[in-house]
């Protein structure tokens, strides 16, 4: 069982839900953990009763709501940790707090997810601060168009905290074309990639390749486009 970190103030769900369905795709079993305080996920996935913990199925994906760590997601399966029957956890974070509960820092691969909105910047970099140890990160930067000084102003904000970021960087486009086709989706509860843009899909790319590097390239969009 492989965890995965995607942390941050900026909105991660609809991103993670596509992460998780390409990973489905793959013959991975996936379970989402919404920790985040605004719990989006409660709303924009469909629930039969839902509760202030549960955990629903949606596109042969598992999501869960209001579990604080692991061992209660495990004690809601009945089943041990060891024992829980998942290749991967995504872990949406917005919260230091939770980030230690999901023993974050074990994770195999952290994204820090963020736009360059002032606010969603400072915020993020603020749960890193309170992280007590060193923690790799990859940079997943949502922008119109992302230039050396942002990426270099990122970097000075990060100065003093404990975040110790990879080389590479994945970019995905602040597109109205994306949001509403994300929108449409939701409205008819279905996980599409046809209407999304080709910059989109590629960042989805990168970040399946960073978990799977056997899946990538002209293979990996053959796969995208069947779903």
Known sequence: ??????????????????????????????????????????????ALNPTL???????EIDIAVGFNNLESIA?????????????YILVDIDNAKSAMNFGIERAVQNFFVTSFDTYEVRRGLEILSEFPTPIKM?????????TKEDDDYL????LGSKVMWEDDRIYFPLEMGDKTAIINNQKVSKIRFDNLTNMYKDGLEYIVAKLEPEFQGAKLRKIMKEI
């Open 53 to 59: 913990s549960y955990i629903t199925e949606f596109e």
């Open 155 to 158: 970097n000075y904000l990060s």
């Open 138 to 146: 990859t940079k997943v930067l949502f922008s119109k168009e992302v």
């Open 1 to 46: 069982m492989k965890e995965v970190g995607f942390i941050g103030a900026f909105d991660k769900t609809d991103l993670i839900i596509y992460v998780a369905k390409i990973l489905t795709v793959l013959g991975k079993r996936v379970l989402i953990a919404d920790t985040t305080i605004t719990q989006k996920a409660k709303y924009v996935v469909p």
């Open 75 to 87: 004690e809601y399966t009945n089943r041990p940790i060891n024992q829980l029957e998942y290749d």
